[in-house]
């Protein structure tokens, strides 16, 4: 059988390839001028702005438009009607871009209060009295898992349709699609 031995030319061929690619040179050198360890993003005390071009903008753009093809929704204009709708305010924690972002307490605080301004990301959608968010409410907050995603936010949005808020959110179009709560299945 000639196979075994194609088999193992093969290999030996490809292997040290594919082992100089997993294993790191042990002596390499830092690039010039970037010798120092990169500080966490937790502890960088970048400005609320910065933390949202490098933490989320990714996905919900610099603007918060967010992207319907990547299931992203527009939290421009939209997203401080979570604030009008019971387990709204705790949902915006809980999304696991917020909850498991590399950003501290405090951090988070700042930027869930930076986007839920009237002047802000979330616009006109703001309800009238709004209560920033404190370090430790984040934290008591973060903690606990968000389980079933898609259900939740269908919900929450089910509780602004009775609301008669309308559902902007880039993700649905309530008035051809009477079930905006499968906008994100
Ligand atoms: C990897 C892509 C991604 C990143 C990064 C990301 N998000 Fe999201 N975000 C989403 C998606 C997708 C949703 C819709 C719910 C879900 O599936 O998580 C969402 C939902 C949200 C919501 C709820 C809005 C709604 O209409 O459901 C808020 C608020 C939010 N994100 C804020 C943030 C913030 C602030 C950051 C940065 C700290 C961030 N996200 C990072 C993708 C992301």
């Known amino acids: 059988m000639r196979l075994p031995l194609i088999i193992a030319l093969a290999s030996a061929m490809v292997l040290p390839q594919a082992m100089a690619r997993a294993i790191p040179d042990p002596n390499q050198k830092h690039a010039p001028g970037n010798e120092a360890p990169q500080k966490p993003i937790s502890q960088a005390g970048y400005s609320t702005p910065v933390n949202y071009?490098?933490?989320?903008?990714?996905c919900h753009l610099s603007d918060g438009t967010g992207s319907k093809a990547n299931d992203t929704p527009k939290m421009k204009g939209f997203v401080g009607n979570f604030l009008k709708v019971e387990g709204g305010r705790e949902f915006l924690v809980r999304v696991p871009g917020m909850s498991q972002s590399?950003?501290?307490?405090?951090?988070l605080a700042d930027l869930l209060n930076w986007l839920?301004?009237?002047?802000?990301?979330?616009?006109?959608?703001?309800?009238?009295?709004?209560?920033?968010?404190?370090?430790?409410?984040?934290a008591r907050i973060r903690k606990?898992?968000?389980?079933?995603?898609?259900?939740?936010?269908?919900?929450?949005?089910?509780?602004?349709?009775?609301?008669?808020?309308?559902?902007?959110?880039?993700?649905?179009?309530?008035s051809s699609d009477p079930t905006p709560q499968g906008s994100l299945k």
């Open 144 to 174: 606990a898992s968000l389980l079933n995603l898609p259900d939740v936010r269908a919900g929450l949005i089910h509780q602004m349709v009775e609301q008669s808020i309308e559902i902007d959110d880039g993700m649905a179009h309530p």
């Open 102 to 107: 590399a950003l501290n307490n405090a951090q």
């Open 116 to 138: 839920l301004d009237k002047n802000g990301m979330a616009g006109a959608s703001m309800p009238e009295h709004y209560q920033p968010y404190t370090e430790e409410e984040v």
């Open 53 to 58: 071009q490098l933490q989320c903008a990714g």
